[in-house]
């Protein structure tokens, strides 16, 4: 069982910055999936980026590449997601999640929502313009 706690979340300007980390507790494999989701109001959960444990690669929504880097730590228990350039439209809840991977697509890996069995309650992103 693997537990993700967000945190780094709140309100800034358009154009600043915000970092958020996710503590993760329990196993996490060299086969996992450890990605960034976000939901706006009456908007679908989107994914914004995602890391593969077993090579270390990264992958970014359109939306957000060029402004957002996902990271995690040596041990790969933190994962963060470094926000620049912030706009407006990028408000929404921020969520963390986990899981081993088991849809390989070869180029994207970790792509799609069955890549996650665990996740975070969420951290709130809001940007005013």
């Known amino acids: 069982q693997v537990q993700l706690v967000e945190s780094g979340g709140g309100s800034v300007q358009a154009g600043g910055s915000l970092r958020l980390s996710c503590a993760a507790s329990g196993y996490i494999g060299s086969n996992y999936c450890m990605g960034w989701f976000r939901q706006a109001p009456g908007k679908e959960r989107e994914g914004v980026a995602r890391i593969y444990t077993g090579s270390g690669s990264t992958y970014y929504a359109d939306s957000v590449k060029g402004r957002f880097t996902v990271s995690q730590d040596n041990a790969k228990k933190t994962l963060y997601l470094q926000m620049n350039s912030l706009e407006p439209d990028d408000t929404a809840m921020y969520y963390c999640?986990?899981?081993?991977?088991?849809?390989?697509?070869?180029?994207?890996?970790?792509?799609?929502?069955?890549?996650?069995?665990?996740w975070g309650q969420g951290t709130q992103v809001t940007v005013s313009s």
């Open positions: 999640a986990a899981g081993p991977e088991r849809v390989v697509v070869p180029d994207r890996r970790c792509l799609g929502s069955l890549n996650y069995d665990y």
